[in-house]
C-alpha cells in the first residue's frame, strides 16, 4: 500500500492536524465520545475526524465506529467536508456529514473557531448482527454540539430568555437572571448572533453497506431488490421479496433494466465510447501480462498493443466481447449478441441518470472488476482489498496509470467516464426520439 500512498491513491485529501490548540480540542472531543485521548503531536483526519495514525496507536481502527453503526464524528474545521471518508461501512455516510457540514457552515465555522464538535450519525440501530436488524435502518439524524455543551446552552438560554420576555414575574426573579448573565459569558450574544445547528432526517433507503460481506439495498425503485457480494444462502432471512448474488447475473441484469439503472456505453451520448471501451480492454491485457509474469510499469499504447499480440492465445471473452463492441461502435461491424451470463456484460454498462447513480456504478464495478480505474474509482474499499491479492506488476501498472490519467484531472474524469450530456433540440436527437416513440414510419391512422 506504500505505493498507493506515496502517489496520493490512498489517505489523500486527508486534513493535517499539528496545532497543540487542535490536538487539544481533539482530545476533548476523543474523550467526551470514546474515553480516550492521543498523545501523538500530528496526525491526519478524514471527514468524519477518523485518523490512521490514531487508529494505529489505539489499536482499533473503528474507534469512531463502533460495530460500524452509529458513527460518531469530530469537526476541527469546515475544511473537513472535501475530505474522503476511510473505513467508510455504508455509502451514504460521507454524503450526509458533507451535507450537514453544508448546510450549518457558518455556525459550524464560528463554533470550530473555538472548540471541536463531536457528534454522531444516529439510527434505530445499535448493532448489525443479522441483515433484518440491518435494514431496519430507515432514517438517519445527526446529533452535534462542541465539547462544552455550547449549542445546548444557547437552546438553553434561548429558552430562558423567552421565559423572561413572557412571563410578568420573571423580571423579580434573581435565579433565572444570574442563570442567563452565567450562560451568556459561554454563549456569548444569542440573539444577535444565534447558533443553532439545522437538524435533518436523511432517509437512508437505497444504499451499500460492508455488512455482511458487502450488500446493495435498493428500496425506493419500482421493483425493489438487494443484491449480496457473497452467497446469499449464508445470510439467512434479508426481509426483502427479492435477494440475488453475483452469480445472478441475468436477474440483476433484469433488475436494472426494469429499473432504468443503467445503460449500455455504446449509447451514451457525449463520450467517446470507443476511448471507455479500449482502456477497459487495456486492463484486462494488463492483468494477464502480469499473471504471466510480465513487468508493466508505465506501458504506452503501443506497448499495450504489443502484450496483446503477444498474448493473444489467452485473451478472455471478457476482451473479445468488448473487442466486438468497439468494432461495431468504431466501423460499423455486426452487432455482438452480448447476453448477461457473459462474461463481458456489465463491463460494457455505466449507470443511467438517476438518483442512484453512484451506487449503481459502484454495483458494476464489482461486477467487471478487472477495469481497475472504475473499481478505483467508484468503490475505493473494493479496490483496495483486490489491489492487496494483485501482483506486483500490476501494482505498478494501475497505480502509475491512476497517478497519471486520473489524479491530474479527477473531476474530468469521471464526467467523462459517468457523466450525462443533457438532451439538445439538435433535429437528429428530436427525429430519434420521434422515432423511438412511434416507429420509422411514423403514429399510423385509422
Same mark, same amino acid.
Request: glycine residues 6%.
Given at each position: 500500500?506504500?505505493?498507493?500512498?506515496?502517489?496520493?491513491?490512498?489517505?489523500?485529501?486527508?486534513?493535517?492536524?499539528?496545532?497543540?490548540? *487542535?490536538?487539544?480540542?481533539?482530545?476533548?472531543?476523543?474523550?467526551?465520545?470514546?474515553?480516550?485521548?492521543?498523545? %501523538?503531536?500530528?496526525?491526519?483526519?478524514?471527514?468524519?475526524?477518523?485518523?490512521?495514525?490514531?487508529?494505529?496507536?489505539?489499536?482499533?481502527?473503528?474507534? #469512531?465506529?463502533?460495530?460500524?453503526?452509529?458513527?460518531?464524528?469530530?469537526?476541527?474545521?469546515? +475544511?473537513?467536508?472535501?475530505?474522503?471518508?476511510?473505513?467508510?461501512?455504508?455509502?451514504?455516510?460521507?454524503?450526509?456529514?458533507?451535507?450537514?457540514?453544508? +448546510?450549518?457552515?457558518?455556525?459550524?465555522?464560528?463554533?470550530?473557531?473555538?472548540?471541536?464538535?463531536?457528534?454522531?450519525?444516529?439510527?434505530?440501530?445499535?448493532?448489525? /448482527?443479522?441483515?433484518?436488524?440491518?435494514?431496519?435502518?430507515?432514517?438517519?439524524?445527526?446529533?452535534?454540539?462542541?465539547?462544552?455543551?455550547?449549542?445546548?446552552?444557547?437552546?438553553?438560554?434561548? +429558552?430562558?430568555?423567552?421565559?423572561?420576555?413572557?412571563?410578568?414575574?420573571?423580571?423579580?426573579?434573581?435565579?433565572?437572571?444570574?442563570?442567563?448573565?452565567?450562560?451568556?459569558?459561554?454563549?456569548?450574544?444569542? #440573539?444577535?448572533?444565534?447558533?443553532?445547528?439545522?437538524?435533518?432526517?436523511?432517509?437512508?433507503?437505497?444504499?451499500?453497506?460492508?455488512?455482511?460481506?458487502?450488500?446493495?439495498?435498493? @428500496?425506493?425503485?419500482?421493483?425493489?431488490?438487494?443484491?449480496?457480494?457473497?452467497?446469499?444462502?449464508?445470510?439467512?432471512?434479508?426481509?426483502?421479496?427479492? #435477494?440475488?448474488?453475483?452469480?445472478?447475473?441475468?436477474?440483476?441484469?433484469?433488475?436494472?433494466? %426494469?429499473?432504468?439503472?443503467?445503460?449500455?456505453?455504446?449509447?451514451?451520448?457525449?463520450?467517446?465510447?470507443?476511448?471507455?471501451? @479500449?482502456?477497459?480492454?487495456?486492463?484486462?491485457?494488463?492483468?494477464?501480462?502480469?499473471?504471466?509474469?510480465?513487468?508493466?510499469?508505465?506501458?504506452?499504447?503501443?506497448?499495450?498493443?504489443?502484450? /496483446?499480440?503477444?498474448?493473444?492465445?489467452?485473451?478472455?471473452?471478457?476482451?473479445?466481447?468488448?473487442?466486438?463492441?468497439?468494432?461495431?461502435?468504431?466501423?460499423?461491424?455486426?452487432?455482438?449478441?452480448?447476453?448477461?451470463?457473459?462474461?463481458?456484460?456489465?463491463?460494457? *454498462?455505466?449507470?443511467?441518470?438517476?438518483?442512484?447513480?453512484?451506487?449503481?456504478?459502484?454495483?458494476?464495478?464489482?461486477?467487471?472488476?478487472?477495469?481497475?480505474?472504475?473499481?478505483?474509482?467508484?468503490?475505493?474499499?473494493?479496490?483496495?482489498?483486490?489491489?492487496?491479492?494483485?501482483?506486483?506488476?500490476?501494482?505498478?501498472?494501475?497505480?502509475?496509470?491512476?497517478?497519471?490519467?486520473? %489524479?491530474?484531472?479527477?473531476?474530468?474524469?469521471?464526467?467523462? #467516464?459517468?457523466?450525462?450530456?443533457?438532451?439538445?433540440?439538435?433535429?437528429?436527437?428530436?427525429?430519434?426520439?420521434?422515432?423511438?416513440?412511434?416507429?420509422?414510419?411514423?403514429?399510423?391512422?385509422?
Amino acid at each position: 500500500m506504500k505505493r498507493l500512498i506515496s502517489k496520493g491513491l490512498m489517505f489523500g485529501n486527508l486534513i493535517e492536524v499539528s496545532s497543540p490548540v *487542535l490536538i487539544d480540542r481533539y482530545n476533548r472531543a476523543l474523550k467526551s465520545l470514546v474515553g480516550k485521548t492521543t498523545k %501523538l503531536k500530528d496526525f491526519h483526519i478524514d471527514i468524519a475526524g477518523y485518523s490512521p495514525e490514531i487508529g494505529d496507536e489505539l489499536g482499533d481502527h473503528m474507534y #469512531l465506529n463502533h460495530a460500524g453503526v452509529n458513527r460518531q464524528f469530530i469537526l476541527l474545521t469546515t +475544511d473537513q467536508k472535501t475530505a474522503p471518508l476511510l473505513h467508510a461501512k455504508f455509502s451514504t455516510s460521507r454524503d450526509i456529514l458533507r451535507q450537514f457540514i453544508h +448546510d450549518n457552515e457558518a455556525q459550524l465555522f464560528a463554533l470550530t473557531a473555538q472548540d471541536a464538535v463531536a457528534g454522531e450519525l444516529v439510527n434505530s440501530v445499535y448493532d448489525a /448482527t443479522t441483515p433484518a436488524r440491518l435494514l431496519n435502518i430507515r432514517k438517519v439524524e445527526i446529533e452535534a454540539d462542541t465539547t462544552d455543551g455550547a449549542v445546548q446552552k444557547t437552546v438553553e438560554l434561548t +429558552d430562558k430568555i423567552n421565559r423572561f420576555k413572557r412571563e410578568p414575574e420573571a423580571w423579580y426573579d434573581d435565579v433565572l437572571i444570574a442563570d442567563m448573565i452565567e450562560t451568556a459569558k459561554t454563549t456569548g450574544d444569542v #440573539l444577535r448572533n444565534p447558533i443553532k445547528l439545522k437538524k435533518k432526517v436523511f432517509q437512508q433507503d437505497s444504499f451499500w453497506t460492508a455488512h455482511f460481506g458487502g450488500l446493495y439495498v435498493f @428500496r425506493d425503485v419500482e421493483h425493489p431488490a438487494a443484491i449480496a457480494g457473497v452467497d446469499k444462502s449464508q445470510l439467512g432471512n434479508v426481509p426483502m421479496d427479492y #435477494l440475488f448474488d453475483f452469480t445472478d447475473r441475468r436477474y440483476i441484469a433484469k433488475f436494472l433494466e %426494469l429499473n432504468d439503472l443503467a445503460e449500455p456505453i455504446v449509447k451514451a451520448k457525449g463520450v467517446n465510447r470507443g476511448a471507455i471501451l @479500449r482502456q477497459k480492454m487495456d486492463f484486462i491485457v494488463a492483468d494477464i501480462a502480469a499473471d504471466a509474469g510480465e513487468e508493466l510499469g508505465n506501458l504506452s499504447r503501443r506497448d499495450i498493443r504489443s502484450l /496483446t499480440r503477444k498474448y493473444q492465445n489467452r485473451l478472455t471473452d471478457e476482451y473479445h466481447g468488448l473487442e466486438a463492441l468497439v468494432r461495431w461502435a468504431e466501423a460499423g461491424g455486426r452487432w455482438p449478441k452480448i447476453s448477461a451470463n457473459h462474461p463481458a456484460y456489465f463491463y460494457t *454498462l455505466r449507470a443511467a441518470d438517476t438518483p442512484h447513480a453512484d451506487l449503481v456504478n459502484m454495483l458494476l464495478s464489482e461486477l467487471a472488476p478487472k477495469d481497475a480505474r472504475q473499481l478505483f474509482i467508484c468503490h475505493k474499499e473494493a479496490f483496495y482489498a483486490a489491489y492487496a491479492q494483485w501482483p506486483d506488476a500490476k501494482k505498478e501498472f494501475v497505480a502509475e496509470f491512476l497517478a497519471r490519467e486520473y %489524479l491530474v484531472d479527477k473531476v474530468g474524469a469521471r464526467e467523462a #467516464l459517468f457523466g450525462h450530456e443533457a438532451d439538445t433540440d439538435d433535429p437528429t436527437h428530436v427525429r430519434e426520439r420521434m422515432i423511438q416513440r412511434v416507429g420509422p414510419w411514423g403514429a399510423l391512422r385509422r
